[in-house]
């Protein structure tokens, strides 16, 4: 049988993103709604055929303990949410999709890792591009030596912040452009280079005076050092677009751009002094799919995800080094 889920927060990634492609799936259906909203729920409910007794207010939530087809919860609620209502699943027995930013800090993050492990129930994070096609070539070809040794990646991400909403109030989101969409920069970083960064160096930028930004940064840049000598220069921003990254070996490179949006990756490649665009044929499952699916197989097979939630706690702490480097005018040093 599939697999069900309970999507927890009814808001624009999860109702314009996850839920319309739940029916693609192989292995999961989607059988449960949670949201405090009630004209919500009546909505999607009635859309998604979910019965009454399968949509659950945020007071409600704990009794999902008691339906059987619910399998794996998936809370895409704002950031500071993810760990309490993740904990509450994993106590409930299910398995559990968080999205990214996996929490606020790293301490919450170790106590989902906890709580799943207690309930002997995956935990997984929304790290999407880890089942995107362009993506996953990147990483073979940057593994394959294509570029030669690794010397350099440059990652950069940001947008244009929409003002008033919860991503720019601190004690929802956690931080600013760093939590919401640089950490594409910083995750791409560290699966390009396939090791831990051992020292950390960033620079904070944010005109105070611009109302979207009275409690969060705009501009956070940061330098890492790997143990191998490569460095990665990262960019993230609330006021200007950019997605693309790069990785430059001492025989080529290899960049996307976009490199982590929903759709349109493009890839150029550059090997013996010629520079091209690379087809990359897509997978059966887009990335959104591929990401459902696995996560369903892991928790069928009993399978580690290839994005646990270990994954998110190390963004997380280095989340904390950079906003500490940035802080304090000086670089970190990691363990
Ligand atoms: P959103 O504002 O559209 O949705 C948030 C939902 O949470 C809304 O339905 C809102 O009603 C609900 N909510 C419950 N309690 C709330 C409260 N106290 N304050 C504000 N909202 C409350 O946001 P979104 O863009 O859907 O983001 C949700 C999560 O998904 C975030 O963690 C974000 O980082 C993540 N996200 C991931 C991706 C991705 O590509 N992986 C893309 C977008 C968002």
Not at 1 to 8: E, P, Q, S, T
Not at 27 to 41: D, I, M, N, Q
Not at 81 to 94: L, W
Not at 319 to 326: F, G, K
Request: glycine share 8%.
């Amino acid at each position: 049988r599939k697999l069900g889920y309970a999507i927890v927060g009814l808001g624009s990634y999860a109702t314009r993103q996850i839920m319309p492609r739940i029916k693609e799936c192989e292995f999961a259906r989607l059988t449960a709604l949670v949201s405090g909203t009630p004209e919500k729920l009546e909505r999607y409910g009635s859309e998604y055929n979910i019965p009454r007794t399968h949509r659950y207010s945020y007071a409600e939530y704990d009794r999902i303990r008691d339906n059987p087809d619910i399998d794996l919860v998936y809370v895409i609620l704002p950031n500071s949410m993810h760990a309490e209502y993740s904990i509450r699943a994993s106590q409930a027995g299910k398995h559990v999709l968080c999205e990214k930013p996996m929490a606020v800090s790293a301490a919450e993050c170790e106590a989902m890792i906890a709580a799943a492990r207690k309930a002997n129930r995956k935990l997984m994070i929304g790290y999407r591009s880890r089942f995107e096609a362009h993506n996953r070539h990147a990483i073979e070809l940057v593994r394959s030596g294509f570029a030669g040794t690794p010397a350099l990646i440059t990652a950069e991400h940001g947008f244009n912040a929409q003002p008033n909403q919860w991503r720019l109030d601190k004690p929802m989101s956690g931080g600013g452009s760093l939590m919401d969409i640089g950490i594409y920069s910083l995750n791409a970083a560290r699966y390009l280079a396939g090791e831990e960064p051992a020292e950390i160096s960033a620079m904070e930028y944010t005109d105070r005076s611009d109302p979207r930004f009275r409690t969060v940064e705009d501009r956070i840049d940061w330098q890492m050092r790997f143990p191998s000598g490569l460095i990665a220069n990262c960019v993230s921003r609330y006021t200007s677009n950019h997605n693309a990254y790069r990785v430059t070996g001492d025989k080529g490179w290899v960049g996307l751009e976009p490199a982590t949006s929903y759709a349109g990756q493009q890839m150029w490649v550059r090997a013996n002094g010629k520079t091209e665009q690379r087809f990359v044929p897509a997978l059966p499952k887009n990335q959104f799919v591929g990401q459902l699916d696995h996560f369903a197989e892991c928790a069928m097979s009993g399978r580690e995800p290839l994005v646990p939630g270990e994954e998110g706690l190390r963004d997380l702490r280095l989340i904390e080094a950079i906003y500490r480097s940035a802080r304090e005018h000086r670089a970190v040093k990691l363990a």
